[in-house]
């Protein structure tokens, strides 16, 4: 089977991306890891597929699978590249759009200046929500990794994440804890782990090991939660300017403990190249 697809980067987060309105297909597991494969296939973080949404007022629907080709329900840097595609590709002329998600609803939109802010959603942060077990739903938790103590701030920003502040990101453990983190049985569906150094105020560094597909050079999910989390413990104020390995986002939230105030990220999406792969027969 050949199949047309493109390849996308927000901040250096890869994805290909496949248009299932104008061909038929949507990647099988086997096949998602064949794609992601940097060495035999196109090589990504994740896979984003397009398609038409049935529901009223909806613009598309919009999947998400991972490198290890299991599908997830959000992810922040592809939402920004999902717009910039459709909009690209001819499938809508509107430069906002609202998209369905595993998770719910988000609408992203092309500014002015070229960049792409997406209104992600209210956080969630009760425990049922990441999913996360835990008896009380405290904005810092206590989690044993590997017998060393850490402290995580958890939350659901449609998908799940443990933010830990530590000293430097460029030091921290993120290979050797991100992974234990990730597959924690507190967190029966897993979980994106990341680690926050705050800056000042209005600034922090991140680095995230995320579910699926190991550290990435930018998590857009991640950052919304770091920012949150930061606020939620008095560390930050908003906007947030998120550093990355990939380059800088701009996270805005108005929110409090349990508000429904939606978060706003502003970043670049950038398009590199579209071509075909012909896929091998024998991944069913």
């Not at 030091?171 to 782990?193: C, D, K, M, Q």
């Not at 050079?217 to 560390?235: H, K, Q, Y």
């Not at 990220?265 to 024998?282: C, D, H, K, Q, R």
Request: hydrophobic share 40%.
């Amino acid at each position: 089977m050949r199949i047309r697809f493109t390849k996308m980067h927000g901040l250096g987060n890869d994805f290909v991306v496949l248009d299932a309105i104008s061909q038929d297909f949507v990647p099988t597991p086997a096949q998602a890891r064949f794609l992601a494969d940097r060495h035999f296939g196109v090589g990504c973080d994740q896979i984003l597929v397009v398609e038409r949404s049935a529901t009223p007022g909806v613009d598309f629907r919009y999947r998400i699978f991972n490198a290890d080709g299991g599908e997830v329900e959000q992810c922040g840097n592809g939402a920004r590249c999902f717009v910039r595609f459709v909009h690209e590709q001819g499938l809508t002329d509107k430069r906002e759009i609202r998209v369905e998600t595993k998770c719910g609803l988000i609408v992203p939109k092309l500014e002015a200046d070229d960049q792409v802010t997406v209104d992600m959603g209210a956080p969630g942060f009760r425990p049922a929500e990441i999913p996360f077990a835990s008896d009380s739903d405290d904005v810092v938790q206590v989690l044993d990794v590997g017998g060393t103590r850490v402290d995580i701030s958890v939350v659901s920003m449609g998908n799940p994440h443990a933010v830990q502040v530590v000293a430097d990101v460029a030091t921290a453990p993120v290979a050797e804890t991100g992974p234990l983190i990730e597959s924690h049985p507190r967190f029966p569906r897993r979980v994106n782990a990341g680690f926050m150094q705050v800056v000042d105020r209005h600034a922090i560094r991140l680095r995230v090991y995320e579910r699926g597909a190991g550290e990435t050079l930018a998590c857009g999910t991640g950052a919304c939660a770091a920012v949150v989390t930061g606020i939620r413990r008095g560390l930050l104020e908003s906007p947030v300017r998120v550093t990355t390995h990939g380059g800088d986002l701009s996270i805005a939230w108005g929110g409090k403990a349990d508000s429904a105030a939606p978060v706003l990220m502003t970043g670049p999406a950038t398009t590199v190249f579209s071509a075909e792969i012909e896929l091998p027969s024998n991944l069913t």
